[in-house]
């Protein structure tokens, strides 16, 4: 009964315009979920209004208005791939010449804590998600390509930080 009720709860919470999981059924803890998106804010070196113009947009997978079929229960495996995902791109050359390092070394090191709770729970529950591993997937070969495009410039970065902490902000 608890276990319905909880899934009851869940659905109702993702009729919300901003579907946020509700991490009382899989998943980092929402608050944790937090501390990551202020990490990834400290990160920010220059002033997003300078960026207007090479603004894009990369499509978050997670978006309700993408329809994907994403079941509540996948929360966990899907906050798996992006923190992995996130960790690949930010722990690179060009992001180190891009970012504070101090700053960034902080982010990775709470992104590999809340990566190793993650896994876990995935092992505990037997989870994969290989469409959803598709769509994150396809989300950071667009960043990537934009980056390589932009020749990381600061700006280009700073564009992608602010999508990624909406991005976080969702999930
Ligand atoms: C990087 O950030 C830390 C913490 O905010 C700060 O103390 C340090 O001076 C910064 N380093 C550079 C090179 O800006
Ligand atoms: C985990 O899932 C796979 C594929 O769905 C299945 O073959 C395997 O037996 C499962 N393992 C456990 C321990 O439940």
């Avoid at 229960?73 to 891009?98: K, M, P, V």
Wanted: with cysteine; glycine share 2%.
């Amino acid at each position: 009964m608890a276990q319905i009720y909880l899934l009851v709860a869940g659905v109702m919470l993702c009729s919300i315009p901003a579907c946020s999981l509700g991490q009382t059924l899989s998943g980092i803890p929402q608050q944790e979920n937090g501390e990551i998106s202020t990490y990834v804010r400290r990160m920010r070196r220059i002033p997003s209004q300078l960026c207007l113009k090479e603004r894009t947009y990369f499509k978050c997978p997670w978006k309700r208005e993408n329809n994907s079929p994403i079941q509540i229960t996948q929360g966990t495996c899907y906050q798996h791939l992006i923190l992995q995902q996130i960790i690949n791109l930010f722990n690179t050359e060009d992001s180190r010449a891009a970012w504070n390092n101090t700053l960034l070394d902080q982010l990775l090191s709470r992104l590999d804590l809340s990566l190793e709770q993650l896994w876990k729970q995935m092992e505990a529950d037997n989870l994969s998600c290989p469409y959803l591993e598709t769509l994150v997937r396809k989300y950071f070969q667009s960043i990537h390509r934009y980056l390589k495009e932009k020749k990381y410039s600061l700006c280009a970065w700073e564009v992608v930080r602010v999508d990624i902490e909406v991005c976080l902000s969702l999930m």
